[in-house]
């Protein structure tokens, strides 16, 4: 079994990621507190950002999952050069210095949240459909400029730098995921743009599977989303480089 250590794990993708896939990988976690939900997970329990203090938790591990972070696209800086910055420099750094072969790094659409103030991204995420020709939407790539909407925004597409930077010059493979939007509940309901943007439960554990047992990794960017009709990123780069497929669409729940 490979042994994968998951940063962050006692948040809700961690929760899910492990609960999901522990028959088939050996997890230890990373966080401040340890897994409520999963106590049987071994957790590191750390409130450190600094290299010398993480640093133990990455010996004998094959694959990072690296999710910790301040989360919302709210955050103010300094929370922001703390816990996603400077820790995500330390997490690539802790890896390459313990011989990790891959992270795989949480990112967020919000690296390019700022296509959403055109059109017609603008209106699908409004809900207001009626002037959108679905089959004319230019889907988002990874190819896109970076386009942050926020502090938080520009701390992920940091990490995605940093990941780059660390294949080019470390041979340290990569996947970078833009997450779109991943809840408790698990639907769309609540919130009319996650009709476009929702990646459900059941897709993320496909994506994250796909992302540690994949071979011929470089380093790749990745939108995190499930088939829902109107999402409006493209997932085809996922598709052909690790058989990514997610089997949900938000419009069913409509």
């Known amino acids: 079994m490979k042994k994968i250590l998951i940063t962050g794990s006692s948040g809700l993708i961690g929760s899910i990621i492990y609960q999901n896939l522990k028959h088939k990988y050996k997890f230890t976690g990373m966080d401040k507190v340890k897994n409520s939900d999963n106590t049987d997970l071994e957790t590191h329990i750390i409130s450190s950002n600094k290299l010398d203090d993480i640093n133990s938790a990455f010996k ?21 050069l703390k816990n996603n910055i400077e820790l995500t420099r330390n997490v690539f750094e802790a890896s390459k210095l313990n011989g990790v072969s891959r992270v795989i790094f949480a990112s967020s659409n919000h690296a390019v949240g700022n296509f959403e103030k055109d059109e017609p991204y603008k209106s699908i995420v409004k809900g207001q459909y009626k002037n959108v020709n679905l089959n004319n939407i230019s889907k988002i790539n ?113």
């Open 60 to 80: 004998d591990i094959n694959v990072v999952v690296h999710l910790a972070a301040n989360a919302s696209e709210l955050t103010e800086w300094d929370l922001v």
């Open 142 to 254: 990874e190819k896109v400029p970076i386009r942050p909407d926020s502090n938080y925004g520009i701390s992920k597409a940091f990490g995605e730098a940093m990941a780059r930077y660390y294949y080019e010059h470390h041979n340290l493979e990569s996947i970078s995921l833009r997450i779109g939007t991943v809840i408790k509940d698990n639907s769309p309901k609540t919130n009319i743009r996650h009709y476009a943007t929702l990646l459900y439960h059941e897709d993320l554990v496909q994506l994250i599977d796909k992302s540690i047992s994949a071979t011929n990794i470089s380093s790749e960017i990745f939108y995190g989303v499930s088939n829902n009709t109107w999402r409006f990123w493209d997932i085809i780069h996922a598709e052909k480089t690790i058989g990514y497929l997610p089997l949900k669409n938000a419009e069913d729940e409509r």
